[in-house]
Structure formats: structure tokens, C-alpha cells
């Protein structure tokens, strides 16, 4: 057999007591070199994935089909071939270069052996066994597109359906390739960039449509939710996140203020098939400076219920009405089954980036609990009767333009990096931060391309006299951390849990993470060489379970925080994929 991974062939799987392949000369674990082998026979994405398998994407082990690892975005694994007992054991199989040295925050599929995995500027498919790279797709843009990106040169993913890869890029078009060849099918264009538009979101196909959303609302842009027809191409739809005046919640906006008013899309929503309802998270308004555009500013800082075929707006509910903050409510809306007063409902969880989490009743909006799971100072409470936050006087303060200092800061009690759901222990394990910031408006003037949020950014952040974030298990109905591992420089990666009680993560320092579910303990890591902001998966394949996350650092925190201590960690993009160690 070739050695077409030679990693395994380095002093560190020697001293992995690794057994040696008589054949090929390469140290492989026993049971992964025979799997290889059977990968090499094996046909690659052999047949188009289906409709159905889509909406069995969370219990479907043996591939990773969906952003969220499920339509209900839980990211949580049923296997449990990797446990607590051996977690310990976790070795690399293989590393892939994504020749990219942006910030990687791209969620591999896995699909029939191959894995589809993105950048900024690739798309490509790779042979999950051994890391060889089948075909790789370039994305071309004009120089000038990342003038236009708020916080990060990336990509967060492709969505799979019926054969065809789709994807957006940062100059605002959304793609088709083919899942075989990685040959482009169909383009569209969705939005000038010259405007401030740009997409980094991975798509959802539901109910027979691609859904995508857009970035751009710290420029002044007016934000939106697309629907197209995954074969042609053909732009079914759009449902704007700012109604104009003659729409429904128009009346929200005092004069033309609608027009700039933000409310981007730049995470991936959940969708329910039994209520054929997509749930998508709205981001902030524009600009962050409230006194500029007066009333409650719908459907900013807001979750939407959609039907995906019309993309017609079933319910909304808003966390943060003329939010000044940038809490945005972009990040994901976890669907779960929940015992709610003795009675199991539908609900919707969302640990907003204002501090509370949310948890909502997913056929109609109503709101189930709300309570907070970080420190916040700019409201008491949120009223359960109307779901409206109760604000104190550092709302007030700073609407009036005085400087105050808020928590959580502009980065939110959670950021966009996606939490995980364990139904068996009941618990959201999230990424939360500990951050304080420092708010006061100035004067807000717009022009196209260019920044319009109209506050001062010279003096951000109020840091905490200790960790700036933890890995917290959060009871959802509660906000009350079971436990929590702290963490000095903040997490900002995503969270997968398993049936196995392992729960995943990294650092922004390299390390990838595995800890008890139970109780928090790190049971492994391991050094991947530039800083995790990926999104971790897990799944079952001859046999054997693997895990995968990229590693690659540069986002909004290495942009925005100053923070000394990361002035050494390398750029470089890659996948990693690990296994137990077998004896």
C-alpha cells in the first residue's frame, strides 16, 4: 500500500507506539491502516446526497451533512467510539494545508468519504481517510473586497444537496459547484460591494431552497435573507431584515433611517421540517449610535421565523429593541425538545450576545425563560410578560451620549462562534467572555464603503481582572453555569459535545481540547500550530470515529483586542483529523 500520509511516518507517531506497515514503511494505528486501504478501493461520493438525508442529518453518524451537525444546529454527536475513558488516546491521522493564512472558521461536511471544506479563497473536497486532496476549487474577487470586511477574511462553510456544493464569497455572490469535480455550476450576484455587502455565511438548504444571508451592517448597508433554487440558480426571493416604510414593523424607523439600517445575516439558521419554519438570527442595527435612528428598529437584534419557500416572516421576537451595543443576534438558534413546567415543548435556544440566554417556544415566539449567563449591567431582567429587556441607567446614559461602561462589551456575553446541545445531560456547553467595554457615541456620518457606526473605537474594552472567557455548561432555563473552565485569553471557537461525554474545543493559542461533559476536567489537547476558530465535527467511518476542526487564526479578536500575548502565534490555515490511538 502507498504511504499517502507521511505525518505518520514522524518521530511523534513513532513514539505513539504506532504499529510499522510492513508494506508501505509508514507507522499506521492497526485498525486505521486497514480502513485506508479499503478507502483506496472505495468509490468517492459516489451518489448525490438527498432531501431526506438532509433532514436526518443529526442522527446520521456516518456523515456530516449540515451546518450545526443537524438542522437543529445542536452540534452534538450520538457516537460514542471516542469517550471520556480514552479521549486521552486522541492521535492525528492527518493534516491538510488550506494555503490560506486568514482566520479559518470554515465547518467541514463529511459525505460518502470526502470531506468539503472552505476558505476565503478555495473551496476544496479531501479524502476523509487520508487527507489527499481530490479537487480544489479557487475563489476569485477584486482587490478591494477586504476593505469592505468588518472582522475577518472568511468563510464559514458550503451547504450540500442533490450532488451540488453551495457557497458565498466575500465579494457577495453565492455559488454552485459540482460535488464530484468541483467544477462551478451557477453564480449569482447578490449585492455591491462598493455599498459595504459582504458574505462570509454558510448556506441552508431547506424545504427544496438555498437560503443565505449577508454582511455589512457597520457600513451602512440594509440587511436581508435570500432564497434561491439550488439548480438553476434562479433568485426565488428576499425578505429584508429593515422593512421599509410601507412593510410590516416600518414603523419602527423614523424617517429614512431604514435605508441604513444594518441588520445583517452572516450566520447560518436552523430549520424545523415538521413546522417547515427556518429560524434565522438578525444582527445589529446601524449605526451602534441610537440616538441617530429613534423607535424599537425591527427586525435588528431579532430572531425571524421563515417559511423557506417565500421566505414570508411567520413570527419575530426582538432580545435588544434600539440596541446602541452591537448585540447583535446573528448566532445560532438551537432547536431542542425541552420539559418546560412539567410539559415537553419545541423550543428555540439562544445565549444572545446581550448576556441572556433565551429560551423560546419555537411554534410561536413566546418566550419561555430569559435569564442571564454573564455579567450584565445594562439591564435588570427581561420582562416575561412583554420580552422586553428591563434597562438601567447605562442604556439611558449612553443614548444621551456619555460614556459608560457596559457588560458585556461590544464582543457580547457570547460571540458568533456556535455553542453545542447535549439532550442527554440538558446542557448548552458555550464559549462565553468575560469582557467589559467602554461606550460613547460621536457623530455618525454615512458614505458608501466605509465604516458607519458612530462611536468611539480608540477606547473599547474595560478587561477583567482575570480570565477573559470560559468554556461554561449552561443550564438553558436557568443561565446558571454547571461548570466552567476558564480561560485567559478568550475561546473563539465552536463547541461539539458528544454521546461519549466529551465535549470539544480550542484556543486561540492552538490547542485543540476535549473535556467531561459531567464536569468540565480536560481530559486532552493537542497543539495544532496557529490559533482554532473552527467548528469542530465528528463522525463514524469503517468502524472508526474521527473528529475534525480547522486551525487558523486572525478574527475579530486578534483584529480588534490589542491583545499582546497572541503576537506570536503563526498564521497558516489546515484541517486536522484525529482518531484513538489503538494498541
Given amino acids: 500500500m502507498t504511504c ?259 441588520g445583517s445575516t452572516w450566520i447560518t439558521g436552523s430549520y424545523d421540517p415538521e413546522l417547515n419554519t427556518v429560524y434565522w438570527g438578525v444582527g445589529n442595527p446601524g449605526p451602534f449610535n441610537a440616538a441617530v435612528r429613534p423607535g424599537d428598529n425591527l427586525y435588528t437584534c431579532a430572531v425571524l421565523a421563515l417559511e423557506p419557500k417565500t421566505g414570508k416572516i411567520k413570527w419575530h421576537y426582538q432580545f435588544s429593541p434600539n440596541n446602541p451595543f452591537d448585540y447583535d443576534a446573528v448566532a445560532e438558534m438551537v432547536l431542542a425538545d425541552l420539559n418546560v413546567e412539567g410539559k415537553p415543548t419545541k423550543v428555540l435556544m439562544d445565549a444572545n450576545r446581550n448576556g441572556f440566554f433565551y429560551v423560546l417556544d419555537r411554534t410561536n415566539g413566546k418566550l419561555l425563560a430569559a435569564n442571564p449567563y454573564v455579567k450584565v449591567n445594562w439591564a435588570s431582567s427581561i420582562d416575561m410578560k412583554t420580552g422586553r429587556p428591563v434597562e438601567t441607567d447605562v442604556v439611558k446614559d449612553a443614548r444621551e451620549g456619555k460614556k459608560v461602561v457596559v457588560y458585556p462589551s461590544i464582543l457580547g456575553g457570547k460571540n458568533w462562534e456556535p455553542m453545542s446541545f447535549d439532550p442527554q445531560t440538558g446542557l448548552a456547553y458555550a464559549n462565553t467572555l468575560s469582557i467589559g467595554g467602554h461606550y460613547k457615541t460621536e457623530p455618525a456620518t454615512y458614505k458608501a464603503g466605509e465604516w458607519y457606526v458612530g462611536i468611539d473605537l480608540t477606547d473599547l474594552w474595560e478587561w477583567p481582572q482575570g480570565p477573559r472567557g470560559h468554556l461554561t455548561a449552561i443550564d438553558p432555563m436557568t443561565g446558571k453555569a454547571k461548570w466552567e473552565v476558564p480561560s485567559d485569553i478568550p475561546r473563539f471557537s465552536g463547541v461539539l459535545s458528544t454521546a461519549g461525554g466529551v465535549v470539544f474545543s480550542g484556543q486561540l493559542t492552538g490547542e485543540f481540547e476535549a473535556f467531561d461533559a459531567s464536569d468540565g476536567k480536560k481530559l486532552w489537547q493537542f497543539q495544532t500550530g496557529s490559533g482554532i476558530e473552527g467548528q469542530p465535527v465528528t463522525w463514524q467511518q469503517d468502524g472508526i470515529q474521527y473528529v475534525a476542526v480547522t486551525s487558523g487564526y486572525g478574527g475579530v479578536y486578534s483584529l480588534f483586542s490589542g491583545d499582546e500575548r497572541l503576537a506570536n502565534i503563526p498564521a497558516g490555515g489546515s484541517l486536522w483529523v484525529f482518531a484513538v490511538k489503538t494498541q
Avoid at 20 to 34: F, M, N, Q, V
Avoid at 64 to 86: C, H
Avoid at 119 to 141: F, P, R
Avoid at 156 to 179: M, P, Y
Fill in 4 to 262: 499517502v500520509a507521511r505525518q505518520f511516518c514522524s518521530p511523534f507517531f513513532l513514539d505513539a507506539k504506532i504499529r510499522l506497515d510492513a508494506k508501505s514503511g509508514c507507522h499506521w494505528p492497526a485498525r486505521l491502516a486497514l480502513a485506508a486501504g479499503l478507502a483506496v478501493l472505495a468509490p468517492l461520493g459516489a451518489n448525490a446526497q438527498t432531501t431526506d438525508q438532509l433532514v436526518k442529518g443529526a442522527t446520521d453518524t456516518s456523515n456530516v451533512l449540515n451546518y450545526g451537525m443537524g438542522y437543529n444546529l445542536q452540534r452534538f454527536s450520538p457516537l460514542t467510539q471516542i469517550n471520556k475513558d480514552n479521549a486521552k488516546n486522541l492521535v492525528p491521522v492527518w493534516n491538510y494545508s488550506l494555503a490560506d493564512d486568514r482566520s479559518e472558521e470554515s465547518q467541514p461536511l463529511v459525505y460518502q468519504g470526502v470531506i468539503y471544506v472552505t476558505s476565503n479563497s478555495a473551496t476544496m473536497a479531501v479524502d476523509a481517510k487520508t487527507g489527499k486532496q481530490i479537487w480544489k476549487t479557487k475563489v476569485e474577487y477584486p482587490a478591494e473586497t477586504p476593505r469592505i470586511v468588518c472582522c475577518g477574511i472568511i468563510n464559514r462553510g458550503v451547504a450540500i444537496h442533490e450532488g451540488k456544493l453551495f457557497r458565498t464569497t466575500l465579494d457577495a455572490n453565492v455559488i454552485a459547484l459540482d460535488a464530484k469535480t468541483g467544477k462551478e455550476l451557477w453564480r449569482q450576484k447578490t449585492a455591491d460591494i462598493k455599498e459595504g455587502y459582504s458574505m462570509t455565511v454558510a448556506p441552508l438548504v431547506a424545504d427544496g431552497v438555498v437560503l443565505t444571508g449577508i454582511s455589512g451592517a457597520e457600513f451602512g448597508t440594509r440587511g436581508f435573507i435570500d432564497g434561491w433554487d439550488p439548480e438553476t440558480g434562479k433568485h426565488l426571493w428576499r425578505t429584508y431584515t429593515v422593512p421599509s416604510p410601507d412593510e410590516p414593523g416600518g414603523d419602527t424607523w423614523k424617517g429614512d433611517t431604514w435605508k441604513l439600517g444594518g
